[in-house]
Each structure stands twice: as structure tokens, then as C-alpha cells.
């Protein structure tokens, strides 16, 4: 948001409870756990409808972050657009203990330099060499930039995730940034191994690579469809003993120096039981800028996914304590994940504000829609229970019960 001034206390606590470690988007769902209901309380002091009021603040490309560094091209204002228009907001239902809120996150997006390999072997295929984790689907993202890159179909690509000691550095495999920084590095190792291609068919068939083309696995002179030579003897010819040309093996390198926050916007209808404390989930709806989304499906699946982290998040996930300080819930029989049949169904909206740096202009997805999920559930208990606030997560019946109470 635009904020005029800005004043930050931190406490550094030493306690006896168990250190913790990353986790997805660490650190952003507590932040926006209490910022997002901050702004929902302005909001309702000032008079404003809470999406008016966000839109009216949210910052856009240009205004200053906290840091003083100028925002690049985000889609905030688009994402509280897009909720403004969709029926989940706009025909939300206003029944007693029943509930709409909103909220919105962002994560920076993770740089770090990159380097893949591509080698083109004899059968005109490519093995792209990655130190990367195939997490969360993106080696179907490396080889999808590397086939469109080089001029082939996907079929022909194979990813070999090697052994980190020998492979090209990828470092770490989280912080939404394994496509937008290794997606670049691929891009170049194909663009590469395609020049050395072309170099050596333009040899051997004695034109220009200015005039060359690459259709359906051959190399071919434009304009004279007889003059042509398949991608996979021009590998041959690079690999035959005594051959006068190198082995076709491209290598690719990127460092990201400009990041690519990306959004996620999200609604929660909820009703409550009041007299048990239950909290239902009537319906959640989803929206993120992804930069461009080159995989439709495993984008949707990534935000459905961090979505649903964010409602066992608020609703059932908690490391509990018993009077004598000792963890009860330790194990996955003692602490709460919530199961498909927990999980109500999620739409999803998809919007594409390229970034100026990512590969054809994607961003990282991963942490964002994990992170405002927390703080749109207790806007809309909230808004259920008549202004009460629920500070304390999970949202346990017994919790909802008390804060409805005033307790």
C-alpha cells in the first residue's frame, strides 16, 4: 500500500520452544495475517467498503516500497479489479453468521544466477542438464522454453536433473524462483545450441544462417525446400571421428538482477455455527498475477495447492503446547492437515502482467496464494460475527466461540 511514513519496532525473544524453519512464503502469512485486518478496520472506521478501500490505497508501477525503491510493473490493482467484478464479491450473501472477506499478498520473487547445458545427440533430440528440483513441475517448464526456443517439439526434449555436484549451479530450489531465474539460463542454451546448429548446416549446404530455417526437425534454406538437412545428421556430423565441427552443446548462463513481485488476491465465504463454533467454507475464490502463465494447468495447480496450505493454515494447523510446556501435536497423527473433504472447491483466476525480466515475461508462482489465505478467513469471520476480531490461528470451534462472545 502507499504509506506515508513508516515506523517498524521488532523483538528479538528467546523462548524453549523448538526453532523453526522455512516454509513456503516464510514469514509473509504472519505479516499479512495482521496487515490485511489492519486495513479491513480502517476500512470500517472510515465508512469505505474493504475492497474500495484497498484499490483506493494499493500501490502501483512507480510508487516508492518502504526501502525507497520504486515498485516495478505488479498487478495489484488489477487482481482487487478483478474481485470487485466477480460474483464471489459482488453478489456476496449477507445473512446472519455469515461472511465475505478479502485480502490480498504479495511475495518479492527470489533471484539468484542460474546455468543449465543443452546437448544435441545424434537422433536430433536435446538433454537439457539441470541442478534444479523438479518440485513442482518445472522441468515440464525448462523443456516446453527449450523446445519452443530451439525450434522442436517438446517430445524430442529430455531433462536430466544431475547430481548437483557436477551440474550447472541452479541454486536453491524454492522462493518462486527456479523459473524465473533458470528459465532465462535454458533459454540461452538452447538459442546457442540452435546457432551452432545452423552454423553447421549453413556449411554444409552453403548459405547464410541468415537464410536458414528450422521446420519440423530439419534445417532447410528458405525458399528452396530441396536444400535441407535433418537436425539429427548435422548432430552426426558434429560427433563422427575425425569431423571438422565441434560437438553441438550449448551452454547457458543468467544472473537476475531485477525482481518480479508477484500477487495473489483472495475471497473466503464462510458461515458460522454459532452455537458450536464450527467455521464452514461456502466458497473461495483465487486470483494471482503470474507474469505469463506457460503451463496453464501447473500454474492453476500451484495456486490451488497454496491456497488449500493456507486454509489447514487458518482453520486447523497448530503446534500446541500442554501446561507443562511439552509439544502434543509433533507428529502427523497429533497435528491437523486438512484432507481433500476439508478443502472446499477453489476457483481460480489467472492474470498475465509480464514481468520485464522473466522468461517471456513469467513470474514466480509459487508462494504467493499461501500467503493472504489466513487473513481473508478472519476478515470474513469477522464480517460473520459482527466485527469481532479472531487473532489467534487456527480458528479452532472454541477460539470462534469466544471471539464471537467478546472474549
Known amino acids: 500500500y502507499r504509506i506515508g511514513s513508516l515506523e517498524l519496532v521488532g523483538y528479538e525473544v528467546l523462548t524453549n520452544k523448538p526453532g523453526n524453519g522455512a516454509y513456503r512464503a516464510p514469514g509473509a502469512p504472519q505479516a499479512t495475517f495482521a496487515i490485511e485486518q489492519a486495513v479491513d478496520e480502517l476500512a470500517t472506521k472510515l465508512g469505505w467498503d474493504p475492497l474500495e478501500f484497498r484499490l483506493r490505497n494499493c500501490s502501483v508501477e512507480g510508487d516508492l516500497q518502504p526501502n525507497g525503491v520504486p515498485w516495478p510493473r505488479i498487478g495489484i490493482k488489477e487482481i482487487l ?30 533471484v539468484e544466477p542460474c546455468a543449465a547445458n543443452i546437448r544435441v545427440n545424434t537422433d536430433g533430440s536435446l538433454v537439457v542438464q539441470l541442478g534444479s528440483s523438479d518440485i513442482t513441475g518445472t522441468n515440464t517448464v525448462m523443456a516446453m522454453l527449450a523446445a519452443e526456443t530451439f525450434g522442436i517439439g517438446i517430445e524430442k526434449v529430455r ?70 538437412m535433418s537436425v539429427a545428421s548435422i548432430a552426426q556430423k558434429s560427433m563422427t571421428f575425425g569431423s571438422k565441427y565441434e560437438p553441438v552443446y550449448g551452454i547457458g548462463k543468467s544472473a537476475q538482477l531485477d525482481r518480479a513481485p508477484g500477487f495473489s488476491g483472495q475471497v473466503a465465504q464462510v458461515s458460522i455455527d454459532p452455537d458450536t463454533g464450527k467455521v464452514s467454507i461456502d466458497r473461495y475464490l483465487t486470483v494471482q498475477d503470474v507474469g505469463r502463465a506457460l503451463n496453464p494447468a501447473m500454474v492453476e495447480g500451484q495456486m490451488i495447492g497454496g491456497t488449500a ?16 510446556g511439552q509439544l502434543i501435536s509433533s507428529t502427523l497423527m497429533d497435528y491437523a492437515v486438512p484432507s481433500s473433504i476439508q478443502i472446499p472447491p477453489i476457483e481460480t483466476i489467472i492474470l498475465e502482467i509480464p514481468a520485464r525480466s522473466g522468461p517471456y ?12 489465505g489466513p487473513a481473508t478467513i478472519a476478515n470474513a469471520l469477522s464480517n460473520a460475527a459482527r466485527g469481532a476480531r479472531f487473532t489467534e490461528i487456527p480458528f479452532t470451534p472454541e477460539r470462534v466461540v469466544k471471539g464471537m462472545h467478546g472474549e
Open 309 to 324: 496450505q493456507a486454509i489447514g493454515f487458518a482453520l486447523y494447523e497448530g503446534i500446541e503446547y500442554d501446561e507443562d
Open 81 to 110: 479489479e478483478t474481485i470487485r467484478e466477480h460474483p464471489a464479491w459482488r453478489d456476496r450473501p449477507t445473512g446472519p453468521n455469515t461472511g465475505v472477506g478479502v485480502a490480498i499478498g504479495g511475495w518479492p520473487g527470489g
Open 361 to 372: 515475461g513469467a513470474k514466480g508462482i509459487g508462494e504467493p496464494p499461501i500467503i493472504p
Open 159 to 228: 531433462i536430466e536433473s544431475a547430481d548437483t555436484g557436477s551440474a550447472p549451479y541452479a541454486g536453491m530450489s524454492g522462493g518462486s524462483k527456479v523459473t524465473y531465474t533458470l528459465g532465462p539460463a535454458v533459454i540461452r542454451a538452447a538459442a546457442e545450441a540452435r546457432r551452432q546448429i545452423l552454423e553447421i548446416a549453413g556449411s554444409e549446404l552453403e548459405a547464410s544462417t541468415d537464410d536458414l530455417e528450422m521446420v519440423e526437425g530439419k534445417v532447410r534454406v528458405k525458399g528452396a525446400p530441396d536444400k535441407e
